[in-house]
């Protein structure tokens, strides 16, 4: 009889990659366990984890920049690259109604760099500190190959004041806090070697988080997310914590004039940028159609009780098919 378990390891399951189970949000979801402490108010699956403590809400998130992957030593300075990697966790911060207020960095260091680019990044670092009243409180270093950067950052948030992924409904009118693809725009201007369009270069260089846009009128959003890989994969995000479907009206996305030029002379679509780009980091939030004339910002879509997010134009709806940046699908 044929050996059918020849060269075949009984009990082991097959290897997966990241990418063969669906990416990176597969793989979160996959690693998500219910949080089991009653001081838990939220954990896995928002923009940041929220937990009580005594009569405060405290507001946690990390976020991780690498070298060669979320900066390059070719465009960004080491200042630069300090005030990104703090504006990126006060955006999420922000995105959750809260205000930020101390913040943990871990570095790992090649052991040749130079002393005087880590000093500029600390330079960058408390500068944009200082912008937001926040203050580094310790951190780690260790060596490595490549220059990471790690930030964690604590917030404090009013419990009336917080807002989740998960609080969409349905007949909710999607904002956005302003004009999208300008980073993606900046980034592809290098990556093409394109001479010029600085104003939008600097927009993938130096991002800002956008929480002080919102803030006037907060009472009247029902839930937020910022924008860090594109309107497409933040959109599908608040549907599947909200338990609801979107459409989205890719006519009235906001478009700066300069990120359309810039993407016609890259041979991209701007809309591709604003839908699928990423690090815009302006806010979307949803809210109830009674109170849209409360709030600015750009109505760009709808929240639906049918399930998925599908692009509308000229009366059709198609699905979309992608869903924005993805850190192992690319």
């Known amino acids: 009889m044929q050996n059918k378990m020849a060269g075949k390891n009984p009990g082991v399951e097959p290897r997966l990659n990241i990418s063969q189970i669906g990416g990176e949000f597969a793989l979160i979801e996959r690693l998500t366990k219910k949080p089991v402490q009653r001081e838990i108010i939220k954990g896995i699956g928002d923009d940041a984890a929220v937990i009580k403590a005594g009569g405060k809400y405290l507001v946690l998130t990390t976020d991780t920049l690498v070298e060669g992957d979320h900066f390059s030593h070719k465009y960004f300075t080491p200042e630069q690259i300090g005030k990104k990697a703090v504006e990126i966790n006060v955006s999420d911060i922000g995105a959750m109604g809260a205000e930020p207020k101390y913040f943990l960095v871990s570095l790992v260091l090649p052991k040749d760099i130079d002393i005087k680019i880590i000093e500029n990044i600390y330079k960058g670092m408390r500068k944009t500190g200082r912008k937001y009243k926040i203050e580094i409180i310790g951190g780690n270093m260790t060596h490595g190959r490549q220059l990471v950067i790690d930030i964690c950052m604590i917030g404090e948030v009013k419990k009336k004041n917080l807002k989740l992924r998960s609080t969409a409904r349905p007949d909710d009118d999607i904002f956005v806090s302003g004009d999208l693809g300008s980073s993606a725009a900046g980034l592809n201007l290098f990556l ?3 001479k010029g369009h600085v104003n939008v270069k600097k927009r993938y260089l130096e991002p800002e988080a956008k929480f002080y846009k919102v803030k006037p009128f907060l009472k009247y959003i029902n839930s937020m997310i910022d924008i860090s890989d594109g309107l497409a994969s933040e959109v599908t995000r608040i549907c599947e914590q909200s338990n609801t479907g979107a459409v989205i009206y890719p006519d009235l996305v906001p478009i700066d004039p300069a990120t359309r030029t810039a993407a016609e002379i890259c041979k991209k679509r701007a809309l591709d940028y604003a839908l699928y780009g990423g690090e815009d980091f302006e806010l979307v939030y949803t809210v109830s159609r009674e109170y849209t004339n409360k709030v600015q910002g750009f109505m760009v879509g709808k929240i639906t009780r049918k399930k998925g997010v599908r692009l509308y134009k000229e ?16």
């Open 192 to 194: 093409e070697n394109k």
């Open 315 to 330: 009366g059709i709806e198609e699905p979309l098919t992608k869903h924005g940046y993805d850190h192992f699908l690319i």
